[in-house]
């Protein structure tokens, strides 16, 4: 299958699009154009859910002042590589952060939709240090994914396989 074009995902407006190598593979990144031009400005990174692309945040590009804004394709989304693997929260956890550092910051405040949401708690618990903090949309914590997934039958059947397949590492129960 021939890639997608990326006229596709590279939409035009108030932001620039870049490519950012991270955690082994290019990421498409999309900054907002009016972003702080104050170098120390704080980095919001924000990260779409499943089925979607940067273009879900177009509208939070330009309302976040004071801060460098950017949206992110995901591994395996738009612009984004798609390499075979590499899709679970360790990794993606990685993926991230290694954005935050190749962006130029030291920590960065996430903010993530549905599965965006997940990478954002897996970056929090995997690398502490580069999060800031985190604002979730529509994202359950991933513990109470699981109960729910696993003690009532209409969650459980209402979640897809491969959903369950993407956990967070469990930490000890003692935090």
């Not at 995902?9 to 702080?36: M, T």
Request: net charge positive; proline share 9%.
């Amino acid at each position: 299958m021939p890639p997608p074009d990326p006229s596709a995902v590279r939409i035009g407006g108030p932001w620039r699009h870049h490519d950012v190598h991270a955690n082994g593979i290019r990421f498409h990144v999309v900054e907002a154009e009016a972003g702080s031009p104050d170098p120390d400005a704080p980095l919001v990174v924000l990260l779409h859910g499943f089925g979607s692309f940067w273009w879900s945040w177009r509208h939070q590009l330009r309302g976040l002042s004071g801060a460098r804004v950017v949206a992110v394709d995901l591994r395996g989304y738009g612009a984004s590589d798609k390499p075979p693997r590499g899709y679970d929260g360790w990794t993606l956890a990685g993926d991230t952060g290694g954005l935050i550092r190749a962006l130029g910051h030291t920590s960065a405040t996430l903010i993530g939709h549905a599965d965006g949401g997940l990478v954002c708690w897996a970056t929090s618990v995997l690398h502490p240090r580069l999060v800031r903090s985190i604002a979730l949309v529509s994202s359950p914590h991933p513990t109470a994914l699981r109960r729910a997934a696993l003690t009532r039958r209409d969650q459980g059947r209402a979640l897809l396989p491969s959903l369950l397949a993407y956990q967070l590492p469990r930490w000890p129960s003692t935090c």
